[in-house]
């Protein structure tokens, strides 16, 4: 039997069924997207809040590296490290108010950078200048870490 031009126009209620399901299958991925974002940012964070595993020689190195080529473009200052707020302890608040002793709220790798900074930089005259660089919402987000010769 035939199929009549009318039966195959789909009715107004079969495409919004279509939509739905075209949106659900759309807004499911975007889930999964948005769960494996969150999976890796937390796994990073974890990794961040470890010891980084190289020696105080190959920091220097590092450092050097890293201040050879500031120089070398004419800059008295050079952000070392970007991090979320999440890696202090209090978040971020401390630095955000410059409250005395807010270095002792860093962890992992921050507090790694600070205490090389400490030990070896301050002593020949160098700066550290730690601050909250952006605040998404009104609130503190990421701390940098800014190294200053000038």
Known sequence: MPVTSEELLPTAKQLREKIAMVEAEEASKEAAKHAKAEAEKHALIEQLKKPSGISEDEAIHRALKIID??????RTEVQ???FPNILCSDHGRAIN??????EETLTGLPREIYQFWAKYLQPR?????VEIIDFPGGKP???????KWD
Do not use: F, I, N
């Not at 080529?69 to 004419?74: D, E, K, L, Y």
């Not at 108010?97 to 807010?102: D, L, V």
């Not at 005259?125 to 200048?129: A, E, Q």
């Open 80 to 82: 070392v490290y970007r």
């Open 97 to 102: 108010q410059q409250e005395p002793g807010w």
């Open 125 to 129: 005259g160098y700066r550290l200048k």
């Open 141 to 147: 987000g990421d701390v940098g870490m800014t190294l």
């Open 69 to 74: 080529r500031a120089v070398g473009a004419g």
